[in-house]
């Protein structure tokens, strides 16, 4: 069961394990929520984890088939609301019950078809969402395998409406595999370098050098620029720290089951055309901590206007893996 688990981490066993899409009807969904206590799976005393302080995490499962393969997150300010994308092209927004700043619960969750310019990207070709921003009332997502960018109006409901293809930069797409797109969206914070565009990062497009090619769309100075790719890591996800810096998950598998995740910051100052983004190193776990298959990463403030992240797990749709979601305070940052 282990060996299998980890295997289907990275995606091994995925073709033998995916259940069957079902027909789509938006609707609420019960989401079970087995709360995580410790991260380190051996000593249950740590809770410092690099520059991060683990708050709590919770395992996630749902009798619906459509629950999972969650690999774009956010959160609203205050860290009570979520909405997630799953490469399948589903919706979820959700309620996180909190006690003692420790996430216990999930309510009042919804499972909804995303809707693209062609109609619900469930069974369409638009179908593999890896990507999820949401700023100024607005979700972008990003879609691997047809490599496009999509952008949804946020309704009355925190529900996004139908989505149309953005204009993306020439050769934005060019040289683009599969499984190595857009990874990665977020919406540069006004008053920043390039505020308001939108940073798309790729999984494991690389450049020349060697390094991760990126992405900025919009702004005063749209076109190409990279992120330095380090010790064969892959990138997962982003998002923006209130000082406007850009977090990044990155995740690595060594054969035959060595699965570690990291997360680094990368300085908002360089963003820009042309520029190489680097930064240092704030977190590194490995199957030996409660980690799964994580792919998204969402950023709000806490009630002590802490910085808080939260990551969650894709799946896959497998019997050997979890939805997990984790949250940590990000230590020092305000």
Known sequence: MIVLRRLAAIGIV???MSAAPMPDAAGPIVVDARPITHFEN????????????FRGGLVLSSADPRFGGWSGLRLNPDGERLTAI????????ARLVYEAGRPQAVRDAVIAPAIGPNGPLPGSRDFDAESLEIANGVAFVG????????R????????????????????????????????????????????????VVTEEQ????????????GGGTPGR?????????????????????????????RPPFFLTIRLRRLPIA?????????????????????????????????????????????????????????????????
């Open 14 to 16: 995925l073709p033998l």
């Open 42 to 53: 051996t000593d249950p005393t740590l809770n410092r984890f690099g520059a991060l302080l």
């Open 86 to 93: 799953s490469d399948r092209g589903h919706w979820l927004r």
């Open 143 to 150: 879609i691997e395998r047809t490599h496009k960018i999509l």
């Open 152 to 199: 949804f109006p946020i309704g009355q409901d925190g529900m996004p409406g139908r989505g149309v293809s953005i204009p993306l930069p020439p050769g934005m797409t060019r040289g683009v595999q599969n499984n190595q797109g857009f990874e990665g969206v977020g919406v540069v914070p006004s008053g920043k370098p390039n505020g308001g565009a939108l940073v």
């Open 206 to 217: 690389l450049d020349e050098a060697g390094n991760h090619v990126a992405w900025l769309v």
């Open 225 to 253: 620029f990279a992120v330095k790719r380090r010790d064969g890591y892959a990138i997962s996800d982003l998002a923006f720290l209130p000082s406007g810096d850009i977090i990044i998950l990155e995740r690595r598998f």
């Open 270 to 334: 360089g963003l820009r055309r042309g520029a190489l983004l680097d930064g240092p190193i704030l977190f590194e776990a490995s199957l030996a901590e409660q980690i799964d298959n994580m792919e998204g990463i969402a950023v709000h403030r806490g009630r002590e206007g802490e910085t808080v992240l939260t990551l969650i797990s894709d799946d896959n749709f497998s019997a050997f893996q979890r939805t997990l979601l984790l949250q940590f305070t990000l230590k020092d940052e305000r």
